[in-house]
């Protein structure tokens, strides 16, 4: 795993964990706009509510700096952010909008009593919960559309457990990925008699065939 203290990364990290470091540098400005008569920050608001704060990027050589401290990221309501950067020329106050995005800040797992579970993760959670006939206490407050989960048919809650299941295998895949670890879809081929050529779909527990 790379040092992302030390080996600095050129984009801003999309997912940024509460008290914890984040640190990137943007090559690519100082050509047009020089850090040493122009200013690069970075706004984040959060969702909804509109708390936001601002960062000022550091002159590193040629390069921008910016550092959101563990103390920083520590005092933030988790969510998404969105962003804009932009530099200011030192001479004048001009401002130029130069990126923008969102970012995702996740609650600290140490020191948070939030549940864990994404979205997708505690919906599929429920629904599997009520087609066992062991519905969780509070399957009552969980509702799709405007309509309550434990007023749904046994279709209607095959259907949308299929639909968060798929969410939740891409949250899962997105993770491995983002850690190195591959998609986790492996997928085995057997060669001979075309007749039994195929591939095993993990996620699906099923094996496919191709050919006659």
């Known amino acids: 795993m790379t040092n992302v203290l030390t080996t600095i990364q050129e984009k801003i990290p999309y997912t940024i964990y509460s008290g914890d470091t984040a640190i990137w540098k943007i090559t690519d400005l ?14 984040f608001r959060l969702e909804s509510t509109g708390a936001g704060f601002t ?10 700096l910016i550092t959101l401290s563990a103390s920083t990221t520590a005092g933030k309501t988790a969510g998404i952010y969105h962003f804009i950067a932009y ?28 549940d864990p579970r994404s979205h997708a993760k505690i919906m599929l959670d429920k629904i599997e919960s009520l087609l066992e006939g062991k519905a969780d ?3 009552s407050s969980y509702s799709i559309a405007g309509r309550s989960l ?7 809650l095959l259907e949308w457990r299929n ?7 891409r949250e899962l895949n997105k993770m491995r990925n983002e850690n190195g ?19 095993y779909d993990h996620h699906r527990n099923r094996k496919y065939k191709i050919g006659n």
């Open 55 to 64: 960062v000022n990027a550091s002159a590193d050589n040629d390069d921008y």
């Open 87 to 114: 530099v200011t020329r030192s001479s004048d106050s001009a401002r130029v909008t130069v990126d923008r995005g969102q970012v995702e800040i996740k609650p600290n797992l140490a020191s948070s009593s939030a």
């Open 163 to 169: 639909y968060y299941k798929a969410e939740y295998n």
């Open 181 to 199: 670890d591959g998609s986790g879809n492996t997928i085995k081929v057997s060669f001979g008699n075309t007749s039994t050529l195929g591939y």
């Open 137 to 139: 206490k509070d399957v």
């Open 30 to 43: 100082n050509t047009d706009y020089s850090n040493s008569t122009h200013t690069l920050s970075y706004y």
């Open 150 to 156: 434990n007023k749904m048919s046994v279709s209607e």
